[in-house]
């Protein structure tokens, strides 16, 4: 039996909190993210803000966390921009970036006076101005960039330097900058331009910061434009597996100010947003499924639990070519080890959190315990498939336990449906 090097996740504090919140259960510790909070803002130069990625995990109460430390936000969605605000994030620390966003988002957005809707394709400028000209608003945007040159594969999921849904390439720049500047109802205060994510690299990093104020600030001068905001992004990584290895921090706070000392006279008068989910949430938060039965087949042992991927999918690597196991540990008296594949409940060969892993012999009651799922977890997971309830969340701070989200009933697969009997004629 081994245990987390984090006491707030070590296994007697997880037994105690299964016994009080059951499985499958979330489970996160405050202390770590306050800890990521305060590596990454080293970082970078003080007039930089950390904007937290909603998406990663858009628990309110996470939420509420991060802006205890001082974090802003960065929301994808309606639905994120409503837990935001609900969260208590002022509105001129939000900002709004997705691919697609729907008129009744874009409303919300303009409604609530966030402080910039990131814009990613010439559609979108002609539809904020028209909402923004029906509410008598001026809104700000900032256009994304997806720029020509390829980032040599620093970021394992590349969202720049390759065809994609995000951002504009250079070829469009001009015309969305010259459409922006004509339109009466909002005002274009910057760029934004994000490399990719999971990268773990800091020479990657620090090669995109410079890449990004030196192409902000050349079309600001170009365009005639004050360059109220610019934002880079993140995809700060965390290793996962065996063979990856942590960002150095102190290679990339070296490499910003470097950065920094060169660029920085230029942003005198931008606000500088830096946008992280993953590195500031993966590592302070678990996984723990009960282990319901043990079987062999085949000549392959196998262990099945009652967490899996509708509720975990990063750890099931749904939607990848290639699998990598998440580190998993079992809490249990299972001495020796042996090689299982550890599955979940659903009635689907794809509901694999862990493939031919080698844990110590787990028994029936056992718990698994999936490390490093503070991020991507119930948010990226397709939690409507077999109708299971979705875990409970819960928060530990300061030795108290917070319930963010309360274990679900099999009734809530009804909530929203109609019977057939409530049919409307059209």
């Known amino acids: 039996m081994t245990t987390?090097?984090?006491t707030a996740l070590s296994d007697a504090s997880i037994e105690q909190a299964v016994e009080r919140f059951g499985t499958p259960l979330y489970?996160?510790?405050a202390a770590v993210v306050e800890q990521k909070v305060t590596e990454l803002r080293s970082c970078f130069p003080e007039q930089a803000e950390l904007f937290y990625s909603f998406k990663c995990n858009p628990l309110v109460g996470i939420a509420q966390l991060l802006l205890r430390q001082g974090c802003r936000v960065e929301v994808a969605s309606g639905g994120e921009l409503t837990a935001a605000l609900h969260a208590g994030y002022d509105p001129s620390n939000i900002v709004f970036t997705s691919p697609g966003k729907t008129e009744e988002e874009l409303r919300l957005a303009i409604r609530s006076g966030i402080y910039c809707i990131n814009i990613e394709n010439m559609n979108e400028i002609a539809l904020v101005d028209q909402i923004a000209a029906q509410h008598g608003k001026t809104v700000d945007i900032a256009i994304r960039i997806n720029p020509d040159e390829p980032q040599q594969h620093a970021a394992s999921i590349k969202m720049s330097g390759v065809p994609s849904q995000f951002g504009m390439d250079p070829s469009f720049l001009p015309e969305a900058i010259e459409t922006a500047l004509r339109m009466a109802n909002i005002r274009l205060i910057g760029f934004h331009i994000?490399?990719?994510t999971q990268i773990l690299q800091a020479e990657a990093i620090v090669r995109h910061f410079g890449q990004s104020i030196r192409t902000?600030?050349?079309?600001?001068?170009?365009y005639g434009l004050e360059l109220r905001f610019l934002d880079i992004g993140g995809g700060f990584g965390v290793p996962y597996f065996p063979k990856e290895t942590a960002l150095d921090l102190s290679a990339l706070q070296q490499g910003i100010a470097q950065v920094w000392q060169e660029w920085g006279s230029n942003l005198a008068n931008t606000r500088l947003a830096v946008e992280s989910g993953r590195f500031l949430m993966a590592e302070s938060g678990v996984f723990v499924s009960k282990v319901l039965y043990t079987k062999e087949s085949k000549g392959s042992h196998y262990v099945i639990g009652d967490g899996g991927s509708h509720q975990h999918a990063s750890s099931a690597f749904l939607g990848r070519y290639i699998r990598s196991n998440f580190p998993m540990r079992v809490i249990g008296e299972g001495v020796g080890e042996q090689e299982v594949t550890v599955t979940g409940p659903l009635c689907t060969s794809t509901d694999v959190i862990g493939n031919k892993v080698n844990l110590p012999?787990?028994?029936a009651g056992d718990l698994i315990v999936v490390e490093k799922s503070g991020a991507y977890g119930l948010t990226h997971s397709p939690t409507m498939f077999l109708s299971h309830p979705v875990p409970a969340e819960v928060l530990i701070d300061h030795e108290r336990h917070y319930v963010l989200r309360e274990r679900g009933q099999f009734s809530d697969c009804l909530r929203g449906q109609?019977?057939?009997a409530e049919g409307v004629t059209l």
Do not use: I, M, T
């Open 418 to 420: 109609h019977p057939l």
């Open 194 to 196: 994000y490399l990719g």
């Open 216 to 222: 902000a600030v050349e079309l600001a001068d170009r």
């Open 4 to 6: 987390s090097k984090h």
């Open 361 to 363: 012999l787990a028994s």
């Open 27 to 29: 489970l996160y510790d």
